[in-house]
């Protein structure tokens, strides 16, 4: 089992930016692919950003352009900027790693989650 801890949320203004990290307890990283999720009050937890094995990248159409996920294989972590913040990005942020090097948008597609971490943004 894969172990994940998010770091790098908090409050932060409409406008503003935020960089969430998320390290693996993995000798060998880069053959994941790794995700971030997010979960409102009250809705169900949704996919953000993934990033698969070999550097490709996909987004949710709602933060497409405001957001970017990255990964540096050395450090076993991968990184989600977010900028442009609104107050709807309010949720606790997961980061997950996929069950295969090319994993989806999916849950299902992930087998190992983060503890979460809360981002805020306020109007």
């Known amino acids: 089992q894969v172990q994940l801890v998010e770091s790098g949320g908090g409050l932060v203004q409409a406008g503003g930016s935020l960089r969430l990290s998320c390290a693996a307890s993995?000798?060998?990283?880069?053959?994941?692919?790794m995700g971030w999720f997010r979960q409102a009050p009250g809705k169900e937890r949704e996919f953000v950003a993934g990033?698969?094995?070999?550097?490709?990248?996909y987004f949710a159409d709602s933060v497409k352009g405001r957001f970017t996920i990255s990964r540096d294989n050395a450090k076993s972590t991968v990184y989600l900027q977010m900028n442009s913040l609104k107050p709807e990005d309010t949720a606790v942020y997961y980061c997950?790693?996929?069950?295969?090097?090319?994993?989806?948008?999916?849950?299902?597609?992930?087998?190992?989650w983060g503890q979460g971490t809360q981002v805020s943004v306020s109007s």
């Open positions: 997950a790693a996929g069950r295969t090097p090319f994993a989806g948008t999916k849950e299902a597609d992930f087998s190992s």
């Open positions: 993995l000798r060998t990283f880069s053959p994941y692919a």
């Open positions: 990033i698969r094995s070999d550097g490709s990248t």
